[in-house]
């Protein structure tokens, strides 16, 4: 399987006013194309950060990244984002219809663009409310709506973050299949962060677990399921109940393990370093601003 994905020595270190803060240590991993691999881990250890970085909104401080072979520097085109926050990501003035037709206006004609838009949204159960506006809808349907966005976009690689988060049970199960069914056939590889073992399990082909911030790859599991899954039967098998658990002890080592912890020690001294190093610095700056303005007013 060729890598469509290459994650190399990725680091990143957030710059904020109250000091530097490392959200991701040393990450390394590739996707192969047509894979399906959930990403696991403690919240705030650094997974949305990991998926700014894959999708190009942040430029990684430290490593590299390539899709194809190639740098990712700027959002790539062939590449579909459903982030958490399903409320930022729709265009409230557009209707559903025109959301979901919306990254399509560059590459498509009007009519093509209208029968993917249709289609997506019937993948997702949205088909009558087309001419809805999003704050017209509930929640868990402007989710949905984003996901068929992504959907009709029909991207190489489709990065989702907690996408089934904000739905009710029986949605998130049925939104699953669906992602299942469409991987196959638009042989889309996708990339999921999701803070639910079960779904990680059930989903993935492989699961990355991480560690707690900063994160590095705990483990790098195959799921070792059959391909064609089934929300009762899959979930009640004795493989998937055994990697649930295995995926559970993993998380718990990457928050306990002394060598985890160790790099979160030196990690926080460095960063505490840099504060030190930009309070001298502005102080610098304010002592010289203030010669100056002693200069002027001596002159
Ligand atoms: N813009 C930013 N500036 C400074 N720190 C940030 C910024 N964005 C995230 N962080 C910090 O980086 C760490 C990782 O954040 P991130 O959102 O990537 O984690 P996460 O695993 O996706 O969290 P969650 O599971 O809660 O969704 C957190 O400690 C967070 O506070």
Redesign the pocket.
Known sequence: MTAMLEVADLGHT???KDGA?T?IADLSFTVGTGELVCVV??????????L?TISGLIRPTRGEISLHGNEVRGVPEDLAVVF?DYSRSLFPWLTVQKNVEFPLRRTLGRAERRARAAEALEWVGLSDVGRKYPWQLSGGMQQRVAIARALAYRPALLLM??PFASVDAQTRFELEDLLLKVRTEQDTTVLV?T?DIDESVYLGDRILVLST?P?SVVADLKVELPAQRDQITTRESEAFVALRAEVARLLNVGKTSEEVKARRKANEQQAAKWAEAERAEAERGDASRVDAAEERATT
Do not use: F
Not at 41 to 50: E, M, R
């Open positions: 957030y710059q904020a803060h959200a881990g403690p919240s705030g250890c650094g997974k949305s950060t990991l700014r958490q973050d907690e962060v803070h911030s994160a």
